[in-house]
Structures are given as structure tokens and as C-alpha cells.
């Protein structure tokens, strides 16, 4: 890592403090908390109520008896296996069958049980007539549930996380790929991804990026116990490379529109994607070209597309939204798929090993969307995609197109943006540079608060 004299940063040092307290505005837009509930830390031994004689409250360790006046009380704790069921895991432990109909009853009110998956942690607290007074089912970290008795039946509710949230700064230089070099700074997969995307539509992260490129990013980060159990929203980022240097911010506005923005102002967000895959595809084999030697044929003739190389199955996703005016076989092009975009822009997507779900003609496809999957159709020496763009009827190089952005920042907010990009990008080196002996260079603040994050957001408890 290249380290840096604070000294350097002297000058951005005057508006950290405006930094910091827009970052704090930042994280303060989290949901709070929701009417609180008794709950139970998976660290700790599980407590529970017995409503139905006192409000004395007791600890379990699992797989144990527990005598609280005159009843007597077992918890069992156990995790999903592969094909099995929360009714069968439960009937397995002696639990009457009466209680787990109930339970289930009532637990699918807030949870699909066709969403249990191996590995998945129940705890239930059972009477001496083995039936369940008080049921946790836990998903990871975020996803708690619990189902309790309240005299003659059950409650359930989601469980609220503590959790602590910090602002961290990372900043790396790219030896193989960004992804590689985001691992080695630290980053998850979540953020990585979250990253790329926001630079979809200007930086192709497996053509334009080049040895020593940097990267740089201040996002939220929140915590459990020590652990990092999520990430937030990317608040400000940067790729300095040789193809591409591009400064992406989040800015919200008065009324509730958010987006990602350069520092004049101008969305990052574009009608087309630069490239038709999000991720995994390895290099570009045939460019745009009026005289290639074909590799079958052995004739020069145009090759009017990109040829993307990549393992076969690899998804490929519509870089604009469209109709599908083609969805079949097509010649050498083998299984293939042409979409109409409006504004005389035709793209097409050639060899897939089988289209997307959805994909037929006429059928309206969303940017991003799945419509294919790489393959070997057609007349191909291995799995790749033939991708081509077609402007007015001609064909145009689409690694060169220059394509319309999204709407800027509206000029009555414009002041209040340039002082939020001023501020958040002073952070960005503010923080980086306040620990320059840290390999990589990361920075944590102090924790600022303590937090509550609603475990699951309320669409996932559809069924």
C-alpha cells in the first residue's frame, strides 16, 4: 500500500468536521427501532417467560430440565438438515403434535417454512407435556424469528439485532483484478459487487481495468459482538485508473430521490450498461472489426460484435431495458437473442446454451435482466458470447458507444450536493491518511452509536 503523510491533508482537515456530521446524517436515516419485545442473544442462555403464573423470568442452557416453582421446562436446540422439515425436526424431539401444528400455524404468519434451509438454528421451550411455550428460529445473524406462548396461544414477532454501525474507508491498488484486490483490502462480496455497480455504466471491469489502477470507498459498516454482520450503502467512491477515473456520491434530496453522482453533479447512471455481464466472464477474444479471419471458415469477413470468452452458463444480462423482437436459433449465431431498445438501438446476444427465463418474442426485458446464458451455439470453437450493438441499422463498436446519462442533481439542490460531495470526499482522505502505517489502508471511526436494525425488511415476509 502507498502511504501518505498526514501532513498532505492539512487543507481537508478544515471541513472534516462538516464530514463527519454529514455522515452521521447518513447513518441516521436507518429504520429505528420498532415496539420493543423480550429477546434472547444467542450467546447468552435463552430466557423465558412464564405469563401464565408470574413474571419471573428464567435461563435455559440447551438440552436441559429446568424447574421454576412448580413446573418443570426443557429447551431443545437444533439445526435444519438437508430434505428436512421445522414440523418433522421438532416431532423428532417428542414434541406433541397438536403444539407443532399450532406453532407452525402461527409461525407462517411471519415466515415462508418453505424458506428453512440446512443449517438454519430452532430453539423451543417445552412444558412437562412437551408442549412449546417459547420458539426462536434463526437464520444467520439478521434473520430472527420468535413464537411465543401468551396464555391460551401463540404470538410471534421478528426479533430486533443490536448491532453497532461505523463509517470505514478503503482504499487498494488492483495487481490482477478488482475483485482480488478488494478481497486483499478485507471487503466482502457484497460490497464488491455493490462497488462495481455503481460503475457499471462508465468502468468494464474486465476490459478497462489495468494494472495499478486504485480504488477508493467510504461506506457503512454495521457489527455484532466484534464481527461485521452487514454492510451499508457506499457514501463516496473513486476508481483512479489509466482507461477510467470516475468519482461516484450518494446524495439523497429533500424529496426523497437518491442516486449516485460525479462532482458536477451528473448521475453515473446511464440508459445502457457498458458491458453484458455483471460478473465472471475472463477476456474479449475477437474485437470489432471490418476484416477478421473467421476461425472456422478461414475468410476474412467483418465481425461486427465483441466476442466475450467465458465459462458456459455464465449469465448474460440485457444492458438496456427493451422488447425482444428475436429469441430462437439464427444461423451460425446458434441460440440467439435480439432486443429493440427504442431510439433506432437494436442490441443482439449470440452462441447462448439456453435464453433466460421469460425471454420470447415480444416479452419485455428490464435492464440487468437475465436473458441468456453463454454457450457454444451456433458456429462457435468454444463457449463465448457474440455481443453486437446496432445504431439506425448500422452496426457501431460497442465498446465505443457514448450513451445519455440519467438526470442531474436538480438545480435547487445543487448547493447542497457540492457541499455533501465536498464534505464526503474530504473524509474519504481524511480517513485514509489518518493512519498511514495501517496495511491495508483502512480506518475505522469510534463507534458513534448504538443501533437497531430491523432483522428482515417487511417485504420478505410475503410468501
Known amino acids: 500500500m502507498i502511504k501518505r503523510k498526514f501532513s498532505q491533508f492539512i487543507p481537508v482537515a478544515v471541513i472534516s468536521g462538516i464530514a463527519i456530521f454529514l455522515i452521521l446524517r447518513f447513518l441516521d436515516n436507518y429504520p429505528q427501532k420498532a415496539p420493543s419485545h423480550e429477546t434472547h442473544s444467542p450467546q447468552e442462555a435463552t430466557e423465558f417467560r412464564d405469563t401464565t403464573s408470574s413474571d419471573e423470568y428464567f435461563s435455559l442452557n440447551d438440552s436441559t430440565v429446568s424447574v421454576v416453582g412448580e413446573f418443570e421446562y426443557t429447551t431443545i436446540c437444533d439445526t435444519v438438515k438437508k430434505g428436512e422439515s421445522i414440523y418433522y425436526l421438532l416431532l423428532d424431539h417428542g414434541i406433541d403434535n397438536n403444539s407443532i401444528h399450532e406453532l407452525v400455524s402461527e409461525f407462517d404468519k411471519i415466515f415462508n417454512v418453505k424458506r428453512s434451509f440446512p443449517g438454519d438454528i430452532c430453539t423451543a421451550i417445552c412444558d412437562s407435556l412437551n408442549s412449546i411455550r417459547w420458539f426462536e428460529y434463526r437464520r444467520g445473524d439478521r434473520e430472527i424469528y420468535v413464537v411465543e406462548r401468551k396464555g391460551d396461544s401463540f404470538t410471534s414477532y421478528r426479533k430486533e439485532i443490536e448491532c453497532i454501525r461505523v463509517a470505514r474507508a478503503v482504499e487498494g491498488e488492483i495487481k490482477t483484478s478488482l475483485y482480488e484486490a478488494m478481497v486483499d483490502c478485507g471487503l466482502g462480496g457484497e460490497i464488491i459487487f455493490a462497488y462495481a455497480d455503481i460503475f457499471a455504466w462508465d468502468v468494464d471491469f474486465y476490459v478497462d481495468v489495468r494494472v495499478n489502477d486504485r480504488f477508493r470507498l467510504l461506506f ?198 457540492h457541499l455533501m460531495a465536498q464534505g464526503l470526499t474530504a473524509a474519504l482522505d481524511f480517513l485514509l491518511a489518518s493512519d498511514v502505517e495501517s496495511s491495508p489502508d483502512t480506518v475505522l471511526f469510534e463507534p458513534m452509536e448504538e443501533v437497531t436494525v430491523s432483522s428482515i425488511p417487511e417485504s420478505s415476509h410475503s410468501k
Request: glycine share 14%.
Open 220 to 417: 457503512e459498516e454495521c457489527s455484532l459482538d466484534g464481527r461485521v454482520i452487514e454492510y451499508g450503502r457506499i457514501l463516496a467512491a473513486e476508481y483512479l485508473g489509466e482507461e477510467a477515473n470516475v468519482t461516484a456520491v450518494l446524495f439523497e434530496d429533500s424529496t426523497g430521490h437518491g442516486d449516485y453522482y460525479d462532482r458536477a453533479g451528473q448521475s453515473l447512471r446511464k440508459t445502457f450498461l457498458k458491458s453484458p455481464f455483471k460478473y465472471g466472464y475472463k477476456r474479449i477474444s475477437s474485437g470489432f472489426s471490418w476484416s477478421r479471419l473467421h476461425p472456422i471458415r478461414k475468410v476474412r469477413r467483418p465481425h461486427l460484435g465483441i466476442d466475450y470468452v467465458a465459462p458456459s452458463g455464465t449469465p448474460v444480462i440485457a444492458i438496456a431495458e427493451g422488447i425482444v423482437e428475436f429469441a430462437g436459433r439464427e444461423g451460425g449465431f446458434g441460440k440467439y437473442v435480439k432486443i429493440k431498445h427504442g431510439g433506432g438501438i437494436h442490441t443482439t446476444y449470440g452462441h447462448l446454451s439456453r435464453y433466460g427465463r421469460g425471454v420470447r418474442k415480444g416479452a419485455r426485458v428490464k435492464q440487468g435482466q437475465v436473458i441468456g446464458y453463454v454457450g457454444a451455439t451456433g458456429l462457435a470453437t468454444g463457449p463465448h458470447l457474440d455481443y453486437r450493438f446496432i445504431k439506425n441499422g448500422r452496426y457501431v463498436n460497442p465498446l465505443r458507444v457514448k450513451v445519455p446519462a440519467a438526470a442531474p442533481v436538480k438545480e435547487a439542490f445543487m448547493d447542497e450536493f
